[in-house]
């Protein structure tokens, strides 16, 4: 019967004692999250091009 109680507290807490952002919040909230993974994305494909050309003038050596 512990497993029955366990599952109606989760469910009352889900319900009345958590505070859900509002759709504004959620919105500005993926906006920003859009925009990080965008520069971040940006960050790694212009360290990956450094790289690949650091590399390549280095086999060129040889």
Do not use: C, H, R
């Amino acid at each position: 019967m512990k497993i029955g109680a366990y599952i109606k507290d989760s469910f009352d807490e889900l319900l009345n004692k958590v505070t859900w952002p509002t759709w504004e919040e959620l919105q500005s909230s993926a906006v920003v999250v859009a925009i990080a993974s965008l520069i971040i994305a940006l960050i790694v494909f212009a360290m990956d091009q450094v790289f690949s050309n650091l590399m390549g003038l280095f086999y060129d050596l040889f």
